[in-house]
C-alpha cells in the first residue's frame, strides 16, 4: 500500500524563523510530488516536482525532490504569521492511476 | 477565472438519512475527484471522473456512496443512510488534461462540504 508520511506534524515557530518541512514517500512507480497548504478551507497548490523539475522556487518558500532518498522537503524562510496554516504533500503514483495519496500534513503556527 | 465551488458548504444531518453534495469544476476542466478528509489527516481519494466518465473509484467508496458527472461538467457525491463515520470534510477537485503521457496534472481543490452525522 502506497504511503506518504510529513514529519513533524506540528511545528511552532516566531515570526522570522526559517523551517524545513519534510516528507518521504514509500509508493509503486512514483510520478510527481506535490506540496499544498491548507488554512481554513480548501487546499491550495503550491510546487509539482517531478524527475526533470526537482527543485522549485516561489518568492520565500522553495522545494527540492530527492528521488534517492525517496523524500522531499518544503522551506520556508522569513516566516510571517500568514505563513501558518497544515501543509500537505501528496504524491501521483502506480500506472495510470489518477488520485493523489496524501499524507497527515504538517500544521505550522507562527506566533509574533 | 472562479474556482471550484462546492455546495452546501456545511450539512447536519440525523443518522440514516440521504444527503447530497455538489462540485461545480473550474470551467473546462476535464477531470474531477472527491475526497474525503477528517481532523488530523490529509484528504483521502474516493472516486474521480474524466468528463462523464467515473474512472476509478477507491475501497473506500462503499454501497452507500455514489457519484455522478451526467454531463461532463458538475458532479454529485450522494451518501445514503449515513452513519457517524461519515462525519467529515468532503473535498472536490478538478484538473485540466496537461501531460497525458505522465499524467501529473495539478489538482485544484475547492472550499469543501463539511458534513456532520448526529
Known amino acids: 500500500e502506497d504511503k506518504v508520511v510529513q514529519s513533524p506534524l506540528s511545528l511552532v515557530v516566531h515570526e522570522g524563523d526559517t523551517v524545513t518541512l519534510n516528507c518521504s514517500y514509500e509508493v509503486t512507480n512514483f510520478r510527481s510530488l506535490l506540496w499544498y497548504k491548507q488554512e481554513k478551507k480548501a487546499p491550495t497548490f503550491l510546487f509539482m516536482l517531478?524527475?526533470?523539475?526537482i527543485e522549485k522556487k516561489s518568492g520565500r518558500l522553495s522545494s527540492i525532490l530527492d528521488k534517492k532518498e525517496l523524500s522531499s522537503i518544503l522551506n520556508i524562510t522569513a516566516t510571517q504569521t500568514g505563513d501558518s496554516a497544515i501543509y500537505l504533500c501528496?504524491?501521483?503514483?502506480?500506472?495510470?492511476?489518477?488520485?493523489?495519496?496524501f499524507g497527515k500534513g504538517t500544521k505550522l503556527s507562527v506566533i509574533p | 477565472d472562479t474556482g471550484v465551488s462546492q455546495d452546501p458548504r456545511h450539512k447536519i444531518t440525523k443518522r440514516g438519512q440521504n444527503v447530497t453534495f455538489r462540485c461545480d469544476p473550474i470551467?473546462?476542466?476535464?477531470?474531477l475527484y472527491w475526497y474525503r478528509q477528517t481532523l488530523g489527516q490529509g484528504p483521502e481519494f474516493l472516486t474521480y471522473?474524466?468528463?462523464?466518465?467515473?474512472?476509478?473509484k477507491s475501497r473506500l467508496l462503499s454501497d452507500r456512496f455514489s457519484a455522478e458527472r451526467p454531463k461532463g461538467s458538475f458532479s454529485t457525491l450522494e451518501i445514503q443512510r449515513t452513519e457517524q463515520g461519515d462525519s467529515a470534510m468532503y473535498l472536490c477537485?478538478?484538473?485540466?488534461?496537461?501531460?497525458?503521457?505522465?499524467?501529473?496534472?495539478?489538482?485544484?481543490f475547492g472550499p469543501g462540504t463539511r458534513l456532520t452525522v448526529l
Open positions: 470551467s473546462e476542466h476535464n477531470r
Open positions: 501528496a504524491v501521483y503514483s502506480g500506472a495510470g492511476s489518477y488520485q493523489l495519496t
Open positions: 471522473f474524466q468528463n462523464e466518465a467515473q474512472l476509478e
Open positions: 477537485a478538478s484538473s485540466p488534461i496537461t501531460d497525458r503521457v505522465i499524467s501529473t496534472d495539478t489538482q485544484y
Open positions: 517531478t524527475s526533470s523539475g
